[in-house]
């Protein structure tokens, strides 16, 4: 399989250096090929000089002039997505909205390059297509251009997504070595390791080379042959390896994505200027029911309703309904007036369909596939009411956001446009595989009311599933378990296929707060890509911009614990999440709410959020203990109240020991899965016990016990409790 992408890659090289030039792409294949395939992994100053050499002259011989000897990388995708995505809160323009976008990045650009350089050569040229990016090769002249086709495609499509899309041409060296190698190698890279003050800054953008990689693999005197003018000690051959381990293709992408983000924040940079959409709301114009920002051209039913649509929202509910299969009658109201038409890939490719193809194949032997039997019809959810009607207690939604940590790092240092492939296509299966395994193991199908008649709905949402970064919607009391699953086949998965570094821990090894066994630690692994994740639960009511807002500062809340336990050796996730019982609960960020109702960043913390996966684990289990014994849910926002209305940690204590003393019979339970269970990683701040606070340095404490509390509704009391 390697073998033969990197074949298909070193002809589509080839053939954009000839494009255009009447040169045979065949002729100039074994000249690529040594260049990329055959070079050496750790050239000295003097080796790359002689294969510039060698290359140069040989495609010159060839046809082609030094000045021709150049080959370009487009990168673009959306931005602002989810601006996009939940400009309205409507069920079916979401999903119209997120599958329109997906269709154009995942396959409308790649038959643009086919259209323009022709099936064959445009077909090998793409190096990935999914999660809101696109990266291929392309002729160095025609680079400019297929850049600006990109967005122009976005805008045509979608009329107002924003989108970006750079371009940029290197040499045949560049793309097996990096930007200028021939300018900065080895020894003028010493020369800056050696001064402190250049140290910090080198370690930061010089990754350490991962398990297996060529990079690791080499050995100190292959090391010692790329500087052969000067003696190198141990620390400097490990250097010296970290430079060589950067200095690959995944520093073209580096640079790719850099000049992405100034064009996005510039809007002129990197080539013509960018054109944003514009659709001025005129005074006497009526507003479009969807956006509330644009003038609506049109007004009419759809689906027994009445609504008001500018073109971009009609076209997203167009979209919509097709996912949903809808047939020409239910989208009349569009065709009869609308000119653009929605492709038929667009539909064959829907989470719909795909969801039904896991089901039939992989999912055959799931709880969720064994239920469906009993239904003759599933249809998608009409809104998140149907959403929410499969929750327990009912009427909430959970929506969940994840994202793979430090996969741009792992990106940087591949060592070829096929690994780079290769590692994509991990990434985007093991997302996709988690996603739908959670799904059919965690829910089922549902019965809901639509008006007079009852029909059986798919209790989910996928809005977007792109390499690492997933986002859906789910009954909110299965949000925990969907999420926590996610995590653990994600993470498990590319254990397996991308190792991680040695010398960092396993799941059962790193120090948590809870310390009995979870399925993250009975089946242990060693996680190379971790998954953290945001979840708020939330009535179906609520805006669904501002959940938005806050579950993507969960999000970043829950990534950085990740990162602090990366820094120790550990690369799996970490989730944060919030419950709202009503929108007012939450008037500003996470941050000032937490600071102002849980003294977040005191030293008497009331939550202990964000957690590992194994520790949320162990919360999850902590609360179905409660329940299973019984304990009294009055008795838990009691405790809760003591201690946000007390100071300091020894009254609410108090009142916890005076509670498990006065409920004899849940005594057994509150010792085994609260003051056992939960104990401060570190063994130095295992002072006297202050249950069901946990120490922290400097005198500080933290608790559980409101975040038990705030989950206590939404979380079932067996993990076999399904909707």
Known sequence: MMNADRFTFTRAIAACLAYGTGIDARSVEDVVRSALDNAPVAPSKAMLEELHTTVTTRLHDAGLPEEAQR???????????????????????????????????????????????????GASCTIYAGGGSFLAFAPAARGAELAGRIEQAFTRQTLTANSVAVAATFSLLELRYGRRPLDFWTKEFLNCWRDPQLRAELEAYYYAPLPGSAAANLSDHDICAAVPDLALNRDECAAVRRFLNRKQFGELVTILATMFNRRRDERAYAGAPRYLSLYPMLPWAERCGSSDARPAEWRGAVADETRAYSEPSARKRYVG????????????????????????????????????????????????????DQWRDVTPPRDLNEIGAASRPDRYIGVVYADGNNVGRLIATLSTPDDLRRA????????????????????????VRRKRQRA?????????????????????????????????????????RLPAPSGVYASNAVHTRYTRATPVTQEPYTPSVGLSAGV????????????????????????????????????GGAIDFMVLKSVTMVADSVEAFRKAALHDESDRRLTARPYTWHEV????????????????????????????????????????????????SLSDTLIEHIEQAWRPPDATLRRPVTPPWLPLAHQAYETIWSDLAEIYDMVSATVEERV
């Open 71 to 121: 080959v370009a990388l487009v990168y673009g995708g959306a931005t602002k997505i989810k601006g996009y995505v939940f400009e309205s809160p409507a069920l079916p323009e979401l999903r119209g909205a997120s599958a329109l976008l997906e269709w154009v990045n995942d396959h409308h650009l790649s038959a643009i390059w086919r259209e323009t350089l022709g099936e064959s050569l």
């Open 617 to 664: 684990a162990g919360l999850l289990e902590t609360v179905r203990a409660l329940k299973r014994a019984n304990f009294p849910r009055s008795q838990l926002y009691r405790l809760r109240r003591v201690m946000e209305t007390t100071s300091g940690v020894i009254a609410s204590t108090m009142e916890y020991l005076y509670t498990r003393a006065r409920q004899t």
């Open 424 to 447: 994509s296509e991990h990434l985007s299966t093991a997302a996709t595989d988690a996603v739908f395994a959670a799904l059919a193991h965690c829910l089922q199908p549902v019965e």
């Open 456 to 496: 059986v709905v798919h209790p989910f949402e996928i809005l977007t599933i792109g390499g690492d970064d997933l986002l859906l919607i789910v009954p909110g009391s299965r949000a925990f378990d969907v999420a926590l699953m996610i995590a653990s086949a994600f993470e498990r998965s590319l254990a397996q």
């Open 321 to 372: 309904q097709l996912i949903k299969r809808d047939d020409d009658a239910q989208t009349r109201w569009y065709t009869s007036t609308f000119a653009w038409r929605a492709p038929d890939a667009l539909r064959d490719r829907s989470w719909e369909t795909r969801w039904e193809e896991f089901l039939d194949q992989k999912g055959a032997d799931t709880p969720y596939r064994h239920a469906m």
């Open 536 to 571: 708020v639960i939330a009535h179906e009511s609520a805006p669904i911009f501002f959940l938005r807002d806050l579950v993507e500062e969960l999000l970043k809340r829950a990534k950085k614990l990740a990162r602090r336990y990366a820094a120790q050796g550990y690369y």
